[in-house]
């Protein structure tokens, strides 16, 4: 008798399993197809529309007949995950389609706090900018929130203004790319041989296996200076209160404090309130007194990120593990030149 109570126990415990278990599976497509018309996203599109608080701090449901300012957030190291051209030309792109179609941009504000990161994502993230403000004819103005730095800097470039609050850090005006280590005498010491084939005058230059030669490394030494010129004509080009002379020989590399970069002509002005900084640009746009919204075009809806076969263990059966490292180390930015603050 125990025996058979103990197995319709169990053969009960199982079907109220396989119960949840089928309708859990059987509700997948209905969110999907909840979240799908819900955020009125056509296939091609890959962001959704958060509504901001204006500069006097409120806001209402997206309109497709108000005027619009766009904010793009700079946020995080350029070149990796949130941060990368595709997903800002994407958002710049989906601007001005879809639900966006009729909402006119007047302006671009960029929020910015960033260390920068690879070189060419930031320099591809600025011309996406300045590509856009000359297409529509908008302002751009950047907002600086604690950091702006290398990169980001040079994306802050096509801003038109540059607001930053007092105690935000910004420069770092320079290139950098990961050490390189010789490990040759440390295997010599062991009795280890190494041996790498190779074609090509230079092919093998700073392998770290081998004792480099004077003027190892050189040709990347001539990347790297090519690099810091783009960066520093672009500074002159748009900042036009920086001396060149005094910003390679004085200014260099180094990052200031909001009141110092003022000085120098980094940017425009200090504001602690980013409303101030945004009903600046609202009045430039032409907005002022008139109703506008702010919006955000934010990658992918949480449905889709859920279920997202690249990111849920749920589908592909697979566990990720990471173990944790400073920027400098990620491996999206090895062997990359970088405009990348690394303190």
Same mark, same amino acid.
């Given at each position: ?30 969110? *999907? ?26 806001? +209402?449901?997206?309109? &497709? ?21 595709? &997903? ?10 879809? %639900? ?18 690879? +070189? ?7 011309? =996406? ?29 096509? =801003?038109? &203004? ?50 480099? %030669? ?19 004509? *672009? ?5 036009? &209160?920086?001396?060149?002379? @005094? ?52 990658? %992918? ?20 593990? @990471? ?21």
């Amino acid at each position: 008798m125990n025996e058979s109570i103990l197995h319709s126990s169990f053969r009960a415990f199982l079907k109220t399993i396989f119960v949840l278990l089928g309708i859990g599976i059987g509700l997948i497509p209905l969110l *999907l197809l909840i979240g799908t018309l819900s955020e009125g996203e056509t296939l091609d599109q890959t962001n959704s529309i958060t509504i901001l608080p204006n500069a006097d701090g409120s806001r +209402a449901s997206f309109s &497709k007949t108000t005027p619009a300012i766009l904010q793009l957030e700079i946020t995080g190291t350029i070149g990796l995950l949130k941060l990368t051209p595709d &997903k800002i030309r994407s958002q710049l792109q989906e601007s001005h389609e879809g %639900k966006m179609k009729d909402a006119t941009v007047k302006g671009v504000l960029l929020r910015i706090k960033s260390p920068g990161g690879v +070189a060419i994502d930031a320099d591809s993230i600025y011309h =996406a900018i300045q590509e856009y403000k000359a297409k529509y004819q908008v302002p751009v103005y950047a907002y600086v929130d604690g950091l702006c730095a290398s990169g980001a800097m040079y994306i802050a470039l096509a =801003a038109d &203004k540059i607001y930053a609050t007092n105690v935000s850090i910004i420069g770092s005006i320079g290139v950098i790319v990961n050490s390189f280590l010789n490990f040759a005498e440390t295997i010599d010491k062991l009795g280890i041989k190494a041996l790498t084939i190779s074609a090509g005058k230079g092919k093998d230059d700073l392998n770290p296996l081998h004792p480099w %030669k004077a003027g190892e490394g050189n040709s990347i030494k001539v990347i790297v200076d090519y690099f810091y010129n783009v960066f520093v004509d *672009l500074v002159v080009e748009n900042r036009p &209160k920086v001396n060149r002379d @005094e910003l390679v020989n004085v200014m260099g590399a180094n990052v200031f404090t909001a009141p110092t970069a003022l000085e120098y002509g980094l940017i425009d002005k200090i504001e602690n309130s980013y409303n101030s900084a945004l009903s600046d640009l609202v009045k430039t746009a032409g907005l002022e007194g008139k109703p506008y919204q702010v919006v955000r075009l934010e990658s %992918k809806g949480w449905l889709q990120e859920l279920f997202s076969l690249q990111t849920s263990s749920l589908f592909n059966g697979k566990i990720k593990h @990471e173990l944790p490292l400073s920027e400098e180390w990620q491996p999206d930015l090895m062997n990359k030149v970088l405009y990348l603050y690394i303190p």
